[in-house]
């Protein structure tokens, strides 16, 4: 939904930033997409490891700078590639799937069965958004819609990390993750039928 209404309209603004903390230094945009995944790990142990939710939050919000830099510097440098398109995909699987994973950590240590489900039905919507867009592609359907994108879902993370309301936001994340797999298959099926 966000990437849909902005696009890449804030890729001058990010670029600046990446021209301040990297000082005009040309950085592949896949050591970026690295860098993205690497803070995605260190929000991970915040939240499993160590209860540092405020903490995972600000690292969760790093990564998900990284994310929207690596497919700005790529467009800015002109090194768009398949492979980049596709390494980012999958480091953004990992990013997302070990966050929630964390979440789940966080719920199994404090015994709470009822949030570790519901994290586990979250993290399964967080896992078929990408697939069910992956596999309309292949049927040569643009299939962008949906709710719960990639960016919702990590501002609705880091909001509930931030403000203690983690329980609300894993709920949010359980119900809408599914109907976003509805909306894109319902998208498919009529693309389809035509």
Do not use: W
């Amino acid at each position: 939904m966000i990437s849909a209404k902005i696009g890449h309209s804030l890729d001058p603004l990010i670029l600046r930033l990446y021209r301040l903390i990297f000082r005009n230094r040309v950085i592949s945009p896949n050591v970026l997409t690295v860098f993205g995944l690497f803070f995605s790990v260190v929000a991970f142990i915040c939240i499993a490891v160590g209860d540092r939710l405020l903490l995972a939050a600000i690292f969760l919000l790093v990564s998900g700078f990284f994310d929207l830099l690596d497919g700005a510097v790529a467009r800015q440098t002109n090194l768009v590639t398949p492979f980049g398109g596709f390494f980012d995909s999958v480091l953004d699987r990992y990013s997302d799937l070990i966050v929630m994973l964390g979440v789940a950590i966080h719920y199994l240590r404090i015994a709470d069965d009822f949030f570790l489900i519901a994290t586990f039905v979250a993290a399964i919507g967080v896992a078929i958004i990408p697939y069910a867009r992956a596999r309309a592609e292949a049927a040569s359907i643009k299939c962008k819609n949906g709710l719960l994108e990639r960016p919702e879902r990590v501002i609705l993370l880091v909001i509930g990390l931030m403000s203690g309301l983690l329980k609300p936001v894993v709920l949010i994340l359980a119900v809408f993750t599914h109907v976003t797999v509805i909306q894109r298959i319902l998208l498919a099926r009529k693309e389809l039928r035509r």
